[in-house]
């Protein structure tokens, strides 16, 4: 049943105020009732009962003035005595008559007439048998004459009193009855008020405890909801304010779990996406990799290309230049030039001899670095004393060294000793660097430093230092490129394949060591060789190795 909280609390307030209602009209009824009684009281009874005193004067007075009549003898007084009878009688009839309207019931109207009737005869009885009886007998004793009212007078006398004894009985049932109306309705009132506080009482208390209980299922149903329980649902135990409150909290409740379910949902699909985002991505940088490795490799194998072909048409100049000398030389001799001549005719020779000996250099190179190129070099493994080979290598360089007037210093620790390593390939890459230094460097000075490295396995650093022009850090890159050349311009001011570098490092690798360079431009350049010292290395079973 739907009875909402207002509802309840103004039928409460209805039923207080009906029991006030009925309470007042209760009291109120009851006071007119006191009233009324109270009015019979003041009007009725006392009016009566004072009547029936003052008849109850007039009756003695009459009384007396019978016996007044009676005692005096003058005719004067007699007469007066008469008189004073009239007035009474007269004063006894406005008595009567003023009584009569204040008769309430049967029970009085029937005393009161027999007042009447009893007046009446004492009355008669004075006039036709008293007044005549005391005139005919003037003397004598007036006993006899006042004796014989006496029976007239009591019943007068008993008439009065029963008149009297019904105006206190109504007087006395008037009191009862307002002491009777007053008790009830001190009863009532008192027992209205406490029933009026008792329901208020029962009304607010259960209504507010009710209330409170609710309120507080809702307080604790909330504050599971606001820690994320979204399950929770509140009982909707009536239809009033509270219960559509409750009901609108579970419906909120679940809207709540409604919206987080498809905000999960939501999410999942984030997820997804960003997942299958990621993977495009992941995708798309492989893509992008693989396209910057091809690019690279192209690149590289354009620069190879370009490298080669640049490499090719040295090559022919290198080869055509030494070619030129000797044929231009050999044709010199042949025209008879310098017949006679004996010695233009050996500078000729020496010339051809010394072209030949760069010719077959050069040649040399280029069989070795296709050898590499190949993957095969082949290796003779073997003890090498080192400080032997360092001067040998010293004393060829050294002409080299000095036409550019540069000094050639070695530093070697006396104790050097040997090394198990190609010695003919190790003077090689020595006597490239060493004259590649001598090359780009002018009245300088070349060092060449070997010393033992303190390092597991041992190892011996060669290091070619010398105060030349230098390398700029971004041609230090591809320096040991095959056919990769500084500056064509420098190359071509001094001889030079391009090659020496390259061959080096594959050499030094097959040795099992590293070639490296640091360099700064204008201030010199150090390549340093390192090669292990031979623990590593072991008699080779096969003098090939393979480089791929
Ligand atoms: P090449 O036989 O032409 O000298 P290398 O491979 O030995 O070929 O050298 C490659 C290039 O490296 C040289 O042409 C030169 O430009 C540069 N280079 C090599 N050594 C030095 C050095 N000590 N000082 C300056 N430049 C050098």
Redesign the pocket.
Known sequence: MRTSLRAKLLAGFAIDLVLMILLGWFASQQMGRMNERATFVEQQTIPSLDTIARMSTVINRYQVGQLEYLIYSNPYDKDRSRQKMGDLEAEMERYFADYQPLITSDEEQRRFEAVLVAWQRVVTANYERFIPAVALANTGSVQPFYSRMNPLYGDLSEAMEALSAEGQTQATSALEEVRATYLSAQTVIIGDTGLTILISAVIGLVLSGRIALRIGRLTSATAQVAAGDLDRQVEVVSRDELGTLAQSFNQMVTSLREQRSILEQRNEELHTSLLRQEQLTADLVRGKQAEEEAQRAQAAAEAASQAKSMFLANMSHELRTPLNAILGYAQLLKMGVGAGDPEAQGCYLDSILGAGRHLTSLISNVLDFSKIEQGKIELHIGPVEIAPLIHEVADIVTPLVQQQKNELRVNMPPDIGSMLTDGPKVRQVLF?LLS??A??TEAGTISLEVNALDESPAMIEFAVI?T????SAEHLQQ?FQPFS???SS??RRVD???????LSRQLCRALGGEISVTSEPGHG?TFRVVLPVGDLIEEPAQPVYNLA
């Open positions: 490239n590649n230094a090359k780009f010398d030349g022009i230098g390398i320096l050349q500084v500056d420098v190359t030079g394949t391009g090659l020496g570098l390259a350049s």
